[in-house]
């Protein structure tokens, strides 16, 4: 028999295993919006029975433990699925972004339009000053000796040199934000690399003296989340709780020692690449938002930059190699049209701009009334260029854009898929992990109700130790 | 299957993520008319759309550049008809230059033709703009320079152009000429005006001769020489008037060509680039509904959670 005190103590134990229960109950709630919070459940046993003369009789309940309900395997995946999100989100950022400062963007209304002097001096796109120019020329061959004529060629001239500046400069601003992208990235890494070895310490700690470290498996588990957005990583799970995490095939983090760090480095380009820092060990990373980053600048926006100063080049090259063969309004021949040699510096021969009698029309001498030379740089429009795949410049251009184009929109169309995917996971971890309100509110008033009976039993026992005492003063 | 809080939360704004961008990427349609802005909407319309840009800009071109030639072609045409009209007063005079006039006749018909030859290098020097239309491609001066002896009579009229001429592009790869020079006696190359050796054509040479016999009274050089010679010259005036209308006549059908091109091309690019409007706003009705619908479950769901802390004693 357990006595009137064991059983006053039963009755303790109860109400502090119900009390435990409203209280972690109380945590899954408070963490009800924390996308990071793993819920927790108590575990509770029946505590340890004692002998008496009729058998072994119960001693009530105690809490076991508070375990955490989670899924690691589940949760591997998430992290997979965080890196290729990264990847693709970043990629998405720095197309998106290179397809603003291209400014490439089509208008129906000027495309169709038939403005009579044949350009669309309205847009600023590339391709439309390309036209402008081609036409430009045209005018100049009907009208060889209109001065108007001659400096509307200079004007389209100069707004095409312009415009190719204008992307050459922004593309390259852009390159530089994405260099610095990528130090921002290995930065932001190597801080949870050792936010991620400090809280192995503390597990490991936690681990040793028997207790449990819920709450901090929870944030650890969020900052390799976070980690993996940045950049695939492998992690080994160690027998006192800690995660060992590699990079590239490259141990970061051994148990609580943060081993190595992530650092950029110069290839002798000026395109920053990843490496170790204290081994210099270059990774060849293959996800996260920080290789997104990397095959953006050096994929598609290089091709871009490359194709746009191809482009350009060539346009200097043939312009220049017919119009040097004229004849100004004055007899003056030589001269070049074009100076520069790429699209970051392509500009119009600064005699032109303020004098378009100079402007190299005639193909012979003292004929002022000749256009051959206007003819041929007019017809250049349609002609196959060698250095561009043998199209014309604007079919050159018009492929260019699309393959841009693609790029993006495979971006795109990556990130929507891995948003599915991601969704899906996060469900599923949700429905293993998540705090749903109404489990827990039952669970509330399911441990309120048990404290409510397991008082009960201490006032009965009161009462009967009230009338025990009782029966002795009388 | 066991639903978390932050689960349907979290769907739910995934959805009204996603209906929004529905409903902009719509109403951008609508508003602009355009299925095809940025490259990334339709890379391979984009292309297209690009390429048949340039071909609409181009042809715009042309119409412009025969709006010109028409222009010059006219000038021309007009000069050509004047002349002309000189010609057949020259044969005229010829003509009637006979044994049957009389000296003072002789004499008032040579002041006329000296009238005439002044006319027709007027003519000659016909402007379009700053440029001279007859004096092939050396157009920047007076292509004709009269000179007259102290009596005013004509003693020579010189050509300073040459014998080229300019084309111009009507249409990809199709150029054509709408001038003249004034005279070419090289054997080969455009037909002269004034002066073409293959044809027996040097109007003004003649015109001074006719002038000069007139004055000298020598009608028999007059019928056996000046006449035949002012024939060739307005047999060869007379096909540059009908060439000059045949060049415009061809001029107008490259515009009409043009004109008709233009319109496939902007068929083309609306069939692209464009959007089915109805199809577009009924889309956009639909994905309303969809969001209203979406945020009205939200309401629900939300009033539910409620309902259930309520339950809490």
Not at chain 1, 192 to 216: E, F, H, P, W, Y
Not at chain 1, 221 to 241: A, C, R
Not at chain 1, 379 to 385: E, K, R
Not at chain 2, 54 to 80: E, F, K, P, V
């Amino acid at each position: 028999m357990l006595g009137l005190f064991n059983t006053l103590n039963l009755g303790a134990r109860a109400l502090q295993a119900e009390q435990i229960g409203v209280e972690v109950t109380g945590q899954n709630l408070a963490n009800a919006n924390n996308p990071a919070y793993s819920r927790q459940t108590v575990v509770l046993q029946t505590s340890t029975p004692t002998p008496t003369s009729i058998g072994m009789e119960g001693t009530g309940v105690e809490a076991a433990s508070i375990r955490q309900v989670t899924d690691q395997l589940l949760n591997s995946q998430i992290q997979s699925e965080a890196s290729v999100g990264g990847y693709w989100n970043s990629q998405q950022s720095a197309l998106q972004n290179a397809q603003t400062q291209l400014d490439e963007f089509f208008n129906l209304d000027s495309a169709s339009s038939t403005s009579s002097d044949g350009s669309t001096t309205t847009s600023q796109s590339l391709s439309d000053q390309l036209n402008s120019l081609f036409n430009a020329f045209q005018s100049v061959a009907t009208s060889p000796t209109d001065l108007t004529a001659r400096q509307s060629l200079v004007n389209a001239a100069q707004s095409l040199a312009s415009s190719f500046n204008q992307a050459s400069q922004n593309l390259s601003a852009l390159n530089n934000q994405l260099n610095t992208s990528v130090s921002t990235g290995v930065a932001s890494a190597n801080q949870l690399l050792s936010d991620i070895a400090s809280l192995n310490g503390q597990i490991a700690k936690a681990t040793a003296s028997g207790a449990t470290a819920n709450d901090l498996m929870d944030s650890r588990e969020q900052d390799l989340e976070n980690l993996s957005q940045l950049v695939n990583i492998q992690t080994t799970t160690n027998s006192d709780n800690t995660i060992s995490v590699s990079i590239g095939g490259q141990q970061l983090v051994s148990g609580s020692n943060l081993s190595d760090t992530l650092a950029t480095y110069d290839p002798g380009n000026g395109q920053l690449l990843v490496q170790t820092a204290t081994s210099a060990t270059p990774l060849a990373l293959t996800g996260g938002s920080i290789q997104g980053t990397i095959d953006a600048r050096d994929g598609t926006l290089t091709t871009l930059r490359n194709n746009l100063d191809t482009m350009a080049s060539s346009l200097i090259t043939q312009v220049n190699g017919i119009y040097s063969n004229g004849y100004d309004l004055n007899g003056n021949t030589g001269a070049n049209f074009f100076t520069g040699t790429n699209a970051g510096d392509i500009a119009v021969n600064s005699n032109l701009v303020n004098d378009p009698s100079q402007v190299q029309a005639a193909g012979t001498a003292n004929a002022t009334g000749d256009n051959s030379v206007a003819l041929q740089l007019a017809q250049l429009g349609n002609q196959s260029i060698a250095a561009l795949n043998n199209e014309t410049f604007s079919g050159a251009y018009a492929l260019d854009v699309q393959n841009f184009g693609d790029a993006l929109s495979n971006a795109n169309d990556q990130v929507s898929n891995y948003s599915s995917v991601n969704t899906m996971l996060l469900n599923q971890r949700d429905s293993e992990s998540g705090v749903s309100l109404e489990e827990e509110t039952s669970n509330l008033i399911t441990y309120q109700m048990a404290y409510e009976s397991s008082s009960k039993i201490i006032t009965t026992v009161d009462q009967m130790l009230q009338t025990l005492i009782d029966m002795k003063s009388t | 299957m066991r639903i978390a809080g932050t689960s349907y939360t979290d769907s739910m704004v995934n959805q009204l993520d996603f209906l929004s961008a529905q409903q902009y990427q719509l109403q951008n349609q609508v508003s602009t008319g355009q299925s095809i802005t940025a490259p990334s909407d339709n890379p391979a319309g984009m292309a297209e759309a690009l390429n048949l840009q340039a071909d609409n800009s181009a042809l715009t071109q042309y119409a412009q550049n025969i709006s010109t030639l028409q222009t010059r072609a006219t000038i021309a045409g007009n000069a050509l008809t004047s002349l002309q009209t000189i010609s057949e007063q020259a044969s005229e005079i010829a003509t009637s230059a006979d044994s049957t006039a009389t000296p003072a006749e002789l004499q008032a018909d040579a002041g006329e033709v000296t009238q005439l030859i002044q006319q027709a290098a007027q003519l000659m020097n016909t402007q379009d703009g700053s440029q001279y239309v007859f004096g092939g491609t050396a157009s920047g001066s007076a292509p004709f320079i009269v000179t007259t002896d102290a009596n005013g009579n004509v003693t020579a009229v010189t050509y300073s152009g040459n014998t080229d001429v300019a084309e111009s592009e009507i249409s990809q790869g199709v150029t054509t000429t709408v001038d003249a020079p004034g005279e070419n006696n090289t054997g080969t190359g455009p037909r002269g005006v004034i002066s073409d050796s293959r044809y027996g054509a040097d109007f003004f040479n003649h015109l001074i001769s006719l002038q000069n016999d007139l004055q000298a009274g020598n009608t028999s050089a007059i019928a056996s020489t000046d006449a035949p010679n002012l024939t060739n010259d307005d047999n060869n005036i007379i096909y540059q008037v009908a060439s000059n209308g045949a060049t415009q006549t061809r001029l107008s059908a490259a515009a009409s060509f043009a004109s008709t091109q233009q319109s496939g091309l902007q068929t083309s690019l609306s069939n692209v680039a464009g959007v089915d409007l109805t199809q577009t706003l009924t889309q956009l009705s639909q994905t309303n509904n969809a969001y209203q619908a979406a945020l009205e479950t939200s309401s629900q769901f939300l009033q539910m959670q409620q309902y259930v802390l309520s339950l809490l004693p």
